[in-house]
């Protein structure tokens, strides 16, 4: 588990709801613990996330803590919006937000520091936040106020396909931040308008070439299978790659620029390598790539021979790239 509300909570974790008394989530847990245990046939994976799931609400207090929207001491399980290490740094620091230890879901606010930053056009995450923000009023309820929208108890109670809404702006906002910290050399447009294909969440045009990313989080591991991405929190008929191609194919055909490369970037806890390619070796489909290891491929680690000229491109591209 992680700190990105896209992830199961302890309860879901556990199989139990929020209102469990403790000796039902007492009697949750050793369950939990028993069926995943790997010495008798369990899944180590999910061994692990029923102790962490017990840890952050198996006593009062932390439950308590848990609750009230308070990491407390289990922040250092490694962020979802940050990965679990490498460039782009705790939760706090990837967003520009201040680590207040508790789970901070608000948009980020504007950086104070004065380095030279990448050029960047459109809103990080925008779009999807405003889906987020009208799945929950109409969860909890059309006319009925919402004082804080990113309030944790509120959002930790909210159906996990309203709180995945809200971890793929997260998984946007830190992609953007990466991004915005490799300097002028590098030009970003978030929120590009693919027509009947939706959104391509960023476009990123460095000395490397120009990558069609997209920032995705399932708030739980995922592999590479016939082509696609697939894992147990996908939607049914989700089809990552393929979606991402199809994005990538009508913004191109709309600006008339090809793309480099397309890049799926995930949480550090939703795969187990740092890049991973789909599709043949020699022109991959897409790289899967590990958050903490964008900057290394977008720096030209895994470019294909040759350069692009950056000048050119950008000036095509803001003459004829729209958002959504």
Known sequence: MTDSPADATPYEVLGVPATADDDALRRAYRRAARESHPDLGGDAQHFRRVQLAWERIGT????????????GAFSSSGSGRSGSSGTSGSSGSSTGRPDTGRDDYAPPSARRDTRPRARSHGHPGGRSREVFLQAEREWVGLGDPIEDPYDPTLIRSAPRHIRRLLGEALAEEATASIVSDMGIGVTVWHDLDAGSEGKLD???????????????????????????????????????????????????????????????????????????????????????????????????????????????????????????
Do not use: C, M
């Open 60 to 71: 009062p207090a932390a439950r308590r803590a848990y609750d009230a929207g308070s990491r």
């Open 202 to 324: 960023h476009a990123v045009l460095t000395p490397s070439g120009l990558w069609a990313v997209e920032s995705i989080d399932w708030g739980a591991p995922v592999r590479v299978e016939h082509g696609d991405i697939v894992g147990e929190t996908l939607a049914p008929g989700e089809r990552p790659v393929k979606e991402l191609v199809r994005a990538a194919r009508a913004v191109q055909k709309q600006t008339r620029v090809r793309f480099t490369g397309r890049l799926l970037v995930v949480p550090d806890s939703a795969v187990e390598v740092d890049v991973q390619l789909v599709g043949s070796p020699k022109k991959p489909t897409a790289l899967v790539v590990r958050r903490s290891a964008l900057g290394q491929v977008l720096n030209g680690v895994w470019s294909p021979p040759g350069s692009v000229d950056v000048f050119e491109i950008r000036d095509r591209l803001q003459q004829t790239v729209r958002f959504v």
